[in-house]
């Protein structure tokens, strides 16, 4: 996808032609680990959330960086996600969040990934899987459901699983973790769903110490909550959105964090167009004045959102140029008549900083009505990463 063979030339000589990529700041990830370990004191453990190809970023890339920074461990919703980890040569402990889908257990014991557990399903299906393979116990985390209604076993399920545990005595799974996930983390509306979580955490971890079950992680905290509530860093913390420089929203973003990734192209064509043209599909756009139009090769197939049409700008030798029309599947255009250079060929930054002008991830997300997580997540495969 990110290079065409040349030709005439010998087959593993390539050349890469795409203009539109994504520049990913490993020293923006490791700062931002790094601020994430400041604000919680160093008695505290990272789990460094890598789902969804580390949020764009590039999960093997990421999780060596997150590690080499002292990350406990690093994050994956897939077992597939865990794979890769393992074949990418991460060593570190990682933590399954989706759970244990029938058929998956052979390869995370094989693999040695630490699954997400809530039901007694899963453990009958891992421990299975422990003894078929002749393997030292495998490490598992325990997930609570407070109220997110999503996964983990509810409150009241919880003695027959600590009986589980209790009665293997760590012969084929050890309770290393005990955690839970806050509906409401970043809605600084609804702290007293917040704070019910957490009392409900409590009285399981209680219930669980009462079995005489000793997990030595607990963890609940994703990036706003590691902000917003002190009382609920525990053991360990899981922030995914904070250590790529971002936040759920502006008011529960760490300081000093710096966005990770720079999306940006170079002008295909730049067009004189006549006032009165209309761009783009539907003719909604209607130029009021002889303009010159740079066709930028972006579009909502690379993660560019359609819905931004109309809101969007970009940057052109550090200032803000708006996109004419609807945005379309691979291309877009944009109004450059104030910035008479402009050739094709020019640098356009879609999301970072160029000159003093800077548009960030929330901004983008704000013109497209999406959250940032959808925007860092969405930005395509066919966008080649750059290591910077
Ligand atoms: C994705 C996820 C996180 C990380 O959330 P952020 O808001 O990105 O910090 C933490 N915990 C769980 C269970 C998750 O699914």
Redesign the pocket.
């Known amino acids: 996808m990110t290079s065409v063979p040349a030709q005439d030339a010998p087959a593993e000589y390539t050349v890469e032609v795409r203009p539109t990529t994504a520049r990913i700041d490993h020293a923006a990830l490791a700062n931002n680990l790094r601020r994430v370990a400041t604000h919680i004191g160093s008695d505290r453990r990272i789990l460094a959330?890598v789902?969804a190809d580390a949020y764009g970023h590039g999960a093997i890339d990421a999780a060596r960086t997150f590690a080499a920074q002292g990350a406990w461990g690093l994050?994956v919703?897939l077992v597939e996600e865990g794979v890769e980890l393992r074949e990418g040569g991460i060593h570190a402990p990682v933590v399954v969040?989706g759970g244990v889908v029938p058929g998956s257990q052979d390869v995370i014991v094989h693999r040695q990934l630490t699954p997400v557990v809530w039901s007694l399903e899963h453990l009958h299906l891992l421990s299975a899987a422990v003894r078929r393979a002749g393997a030292r116990p495998l490490s598992v985390h325990l997930k609570i459901d407070t109220g997110m209604s999503r996964l983990g076993v509810l409150p009241r399920n919880l003695a027959p699983v600590l009986e589980w545990f209790r009665r293997d005595a760590g012969a084929s799974l050890v309770l290393e973790g005990v955690m839970t996930?806050l509906a409401c983390a970043d809605d600084c509306e609804d702290d007293l769903s917040n704070a019910r979580q957490l009392t409900r955490f409590a009285d399981c971890l209680g219930t669980i110490a009462a079995s005489g079950l000793r997990p030595a992680l607990r963890h609940v905290s994703?990036?706003?909550a590691l902000v917003r509530f002190p009382n609920a860093r525990y053991d360990m913390v899981?922030?995914?959105?904070?250590l790529y420089g971002a936040a759920?929203g502006r008011d529960v973003q760490l300081p000093d964090l710096q966005l990770a990734m720079e999306v940006g192209s170079r002008v295909l064509a730049v067009r004189t167009l006549p006032a009165g043209a209309r761009i783009s599909y539907g003719g909604r756009h209607r130029l009021e004045r002889d303009a010159r139009v740079a066709v930028v090769p972006v579009g909502y197939a690379d993660g560019y959102p359609r819905s931004m049409s109309g809101q969007a700008q970009m940057l052109v030798r550090g200032h803000r140029c708006a996109v004419l029309g609807v945005i379309t599947m691979d291309v877009c255009m944009l109004d450059v008549t104030d910035l008479p250079d402009v050739r094709a060929g020019e640098r356009v930054i879609l999301m970072g900083q160029q000159g003093a002008q800077r548009l960030g991830v929330h901004t983008l997300a704000e013109w497209a009505s999406v959250l940032p997580?959808e925007i860092l997540c969405g930005i395509s495969k066919r966008v080649p990463r750059h290591r910077a």
């Open positions: 959330v789902k994050a919703s969040l996930h994703n990036s706003a899981r922030p995914g959105i904070a759920s997580y």
